[in-house]
């Protein structure tokens, strides 16, 4: 069974930069399709990117521009390098897969998760 493990979380000022990181192991990487969400208390998960294996990013409106999505399949590790950051960006973020390649940004659709990373933006 896959896991995925996220690191790269922290506290940065507004206009600053993190990168995020999702080790994946368990499983072959390229079975899936990726995607980052974040959450905040008291609020649904929000689809943050999405990535198919050889194929197409997607954004939600409020990071494009700012955050993009990557993976490298020599080292199994999904990425979200984010700049720009807001106080809005602070939030528990979280890796997510489902099996098979397509895209979408809506968590009912991933089955497997990480543990996620807190990222949190000063003003």
């Known amino acids: 069974q896959v896991q995925l493990v996220e690191s790269g979380g922290g506290s940065v000022q507004a206009g600053g930069s993190l990168r995020l990181s999702c080790l994946v192991s368990g499983d072959r990487f390229s079975r899936y399709s990726m995607a980052w969400f974040r959450q905040t208390p008291g609020k649904e998960r929000e689809g943050v990117a999405g990535?198919?294996?050889?194929?197409?990013?997607s954004y939600a409106d409020s990071v494009k521009g700012r955050f993009t999505i990557a993976r490298d399949g020599a080292t199994n590790t999904l990425y979200l390098q984010m700049n720009s950051l807001k106080p809005e960006d602070t939030a528990m973020y979280y890796c997510?897969?489902?099996?098979?390649?397509?895209?979408?940004?809506?968590?009912?659709?991933?089955?497997?998760w990480g543990q996620g990373t807190q990222v949190t933006v000063s003003s």
């Open positions: 990535l198919v294996p050889y194929g197409t990013e």
């Open positions: 997510a897969a489902l099996v098979g390649w397509r895209q979408s940004l809506q968590a009912y659709e991933y089955g497997y």
